[in-house]
């Protein structure tokens, strides 16, 4: 069975940093391309970042570029996201997602729990 | 940016209903890479349709997926208890954009 499991959430000040994981397992995640994927509160579905199979190719939303880097490491089955220069408009529900594919923009098949992140003084 | 908008916000009907769920894009999606979601409360959304018209695994043939071009439409031939949720659709063929999301509720 196929299990993406997030971690990294919590509480944080404006300004502040956080960097989320995705622990990965029951596929061969250097096969695959993925994702995160945000929802703020009571809001629908934002993609946040997207990363190839190797990570040669990183894709960020304009509304994090500059602020968010995701990377991945494949020897450890791990996705991650690197969260700085943090904003209330940040605080969300954030999942990391498996895509169909080794390409970037796929859709994506296997999602987290999400973990929440909350942008506050 | 494509903008996707999702119509109707809210969809009332009854359990063996046929619901029909529209999805209209701001510019032609490139070879109709559209997919489609289902969220229930507390839950991650889940994967339907992709490619327009394919199922994705395990997902049943009471959903089924149409349109091209702008015009793309989900439609659940017959709702079952599971099947009230909130459906997004969603565009890969430039960059990754999200509809608003249809909520389809128990009349």
């Known amino acids: 069975e196929v299990q993406l499991v997030e971690s990294g959430g919590g509480l944080v000040q404006p300004g502040g940093s956080l960097r989320l994981s995705c622990a990965v397992s029951?596929?061969?995640?250097?096969?695959?391309?993925m994702s995160w994927v945000r929802q703020a509160p009571g809001k629908g579905l934002e993609w946040v970042a997207g990363i190839s199979d190797s990570a040669g190719s990183t894709y960020h939303a304009d509304s994090v570029k500059g602020r968010f880097t995701i990377s991945r490491d494949n020897s450890k089955n791990m996705l991650y996201l690197q969260m700085n220069s943090l904003r209330a408009e940040d605080t969300a529900i954030y999942y990391c997602?498996?895509?169909?594919?080794?390409?970037?923009?796929?859709?994506?098949?296997?999602w987290g729990q999400g973990t929440v992140v909350t942008v506050s003084s | 940016e494509i903008v996707l908008t999702q119509s109707p916000g809210t969809l009332s009907l009854s359990p063996g209903e046929r619901a029909t769920l529209s999805c209209r894009a701001s510019?032609?999606?490139?070879?109709?890479?559209l997919a489609w979601y289902q969220q229930k409360p507390g839950q991650a959304p889940r994967l339907l349709i992709y490619?327009?018209?394919n199922r994705a695994t395990g997902i049943p043939d009471r959903f089924s997926g149409s349109g091209s071009g702008t015009d793309f439409t989900l439609t659940i031939s017959s709702l079952e208890p599971e099947d009230f949720a909130v459906y997004y659709c969603q565009q890969y063929g430039s960059s990754l954009t999200f509809g608003g999301g249809t909520k389809v509720e128990i009349k």
């Open positions: 029951g596929v061969t995640f250097s096969n695959y391309a």
């Open positions: 510019q032609s999606v490139s070879s109709g890479y």
């Open positions: 490619g327009e018209s």
């Open positions: 997602a498996k895509k169909t594919t080794v390409v970037v923009t796929a859709p994506m098949d296997i």
